[in-house]
């Protein structure tokens, strides 16, 4: 079983549909949890760390379920400029910072 | 604030080459990582670097080996290229003091093993 699994799209959306990423995780020892954003070709970037009360940046939602070890981010209102791969991560260590990344799941978002 | 440069961007290699990537780590960052990302996969960390030393290393056979220098940038050496090394290779630089606040990444070097 992979370490990070998470949907294997790719997810094709109007402009304003709400899409839902769903991740999750193997090791119950892993201590954060992220949301990156890759555009083709380019490095990943931070979108959102995921906390276990949830949380929310503007039109993004990212939930942790420790006890089902799920990760899930939701994004509302979508726009053109939110196609990308979003790939879900985990951090096992805390001094070993060492990231574990998913697959990523392509988002398109047509006009 | 200069970000996390890399260098070369692209890179031609034939099999059983080797060849060294660099990365320049951003100001005030003191640990370079790096990462292997293959087409249509997520990046696979091969590892880190702390205070000139590996601090963490992934599934990577030993050709794959790296240096830290007192400046805190780093180099990543491949001996005896495969294939399979063809891969999109990343470097990303955190500040780790008891804590890591998080990493910045490069653009990567686009490694192609012909």
């Known amino acids: 079983r992979k370490e990070v699994e998470q949907d294997p799209g790719p997810f094709n959306v109007p402009e304003g549909a709400t899409v839902a990423f769903n991740c999750t995780y193997s090791?119950?020892?892993?201590?954060?949890f992220f949301w990156y954003r890759q555009d083709c070709r380019k490095e990943p970037k931070l979108l959102m760390s995921?906390?276990?009360s949830g949380n929310e940046d503007g039109r993004f939602t990212a939930q942790l379920n420790r006890a089902s070890q799920y990760i899930s981010l939701l994004i509302r209102d979508s726009k053109l400029s939110d196609s990308a791969t979003y790939l879900c991560?985990?951090?096992?260590?805390?001094?070993?910072?060492?990231?574990?990344f998913g697959k990523g799941t392509l988002l398109t978002v047509n006009p | 604030e200069t970000g996390v440069t890399q260098s070369p961007t692209h890179l031609i290699k034939t099999r059983g080459q080797q060849v060294t990537l660099r990365c320049s780590s951003q100001?005030?960052?003191?640990?370079v990582s790096w990462y292997q990302q293959a087409l249509g996969q997520g990046p696979q960390f091969i590892f880190q670097?702390?205070?000139?030393?590996?601090?963490g290393r992934g599934n990577f056979p030993p050709r794959f080996s790296g240096l830290q220098f007192p400046n805190y940038s780093s180099e990543l050496n491949v001996n005896a290229l495969e294939l399979d090394d063809s891969a999109l290779y990343l470097c990303?630089?955190?500040?780790?003091?008891?804590?890591?606040?998080?990493?910045?990444f490069g653009s990567g070097t686009r490694l192609t093993v012909v």
């Open positions: 991560v985990v951090n096992r260590g805390v001094s070993n910072y060492k990231l574990t």
């Open positions: 090791n119950s020892a892993s201590q954060s």
């Open positions: 100001s005030g960052h003191n640990t």
């Open positions: 990303a630089s955190s500040l780790l003091d008891g804590f890591n606040y998080g990493y910045t």
């Open positions: 670097y702390y205070r000139e030393e590996e601090n």
């Open positions: 995921v906390y276990s």
